[in-house]
Every structure is written in structure tokens, then in C-alpha cells.
């Protein structure tokens, strides 16, 4: 099970699921939501991240490749049709 992670300027979200991940996480196994406090018990869906986009045009794959070497970086509407859902 794959899945992207979704960053914005606050928050970074799981692709799969649509829930807060940490921006450091390589597979979705806890839910953090954005500046709250997160729930002990939220798990994430456990999708492995393969893949680092936004919904925000202005950030280039040069600042995602900066977020996380480690992934392939896709700009706002690029990423591939099989990383997206
Ligand atoms: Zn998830």
C-alpha cells in the first residue's frame, strides 16, 4: 500500500487516507493534524510514502526535494496518475 505525502505551508497529510502525517515519516503510523495536539491512539492508514507533492502552485519540486531527498518530488497537478489518490 503506497501513498504520497501532501504538503502545504502548515500541514502535511497523507494522500491515501487524508489525515496529518509527520513530514519525516516514511509509512503513515500516526495521525498528526496540523498544530493540535495529537490523539495517542490515532493511527494512520500504514501506507508506505513513495512519492512528496502539495496542492500549493507555488512550491517547486526543488523545495519538496529539499523536504525529503529521499523521495521522488512532483509539483502541484504532476504527480503521476497511480500515485494519485
Ligand atoms: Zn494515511
Same mark, same amino acid.
Given at each position: 500500500?503506497?501513498? %504520497?505525502?501532501?504538503?502545504? +505551508?502548515? *500541514? *502535511? ?5 487524508? /489525515? $496529518? *502525517?509527520? &513530514? ?6 500516526? #495521525? ?11 493511527? $494512520?492508514? $500504514?501506507? +508506505?510514502? #513513495? ?7 507555488? #512550491? %517547486?519540486?526543488?523545495? &519538496? +526535494? ?9 509539483? +502541484?497537478? /504532476?504527480?503521476? $496518475?497511480?500515485?494519485?489518490?
Amino acid at each position: 500500500m503506497h501513498a %504520497t505525502l501532501i504538503v502545504d +505551508a502548515y *500541514t *502535511t497529510k497523507c494522500s491515501r487516507c487524508g /489525515k $496529518g *502525517t509527520s &513530514l519525516t515519516a516514511t509509512h503513515h503510523d500516526r #495521525v498528526l493534524s496540523g498544530w493540535t495536539t495529537p490523539d495517542p491512539d490515532a493511527r $494512520g492508514c $500504514g501506507a +508506505a510514502f #513513495v512519492a512528496i507533492s502539495t496542492q500549493d502552485l507555488s #512550491v %517547486t519540486e526543488a523545495d &519538496l +526535494a529539499e523536504l525529503r531527498p529521499d523521495l521522488p518530488a512532483y509539483r +502541484a497537478g /504532476k504527480l503521476p $496518475g497511480e500515485l494519485r489518490r
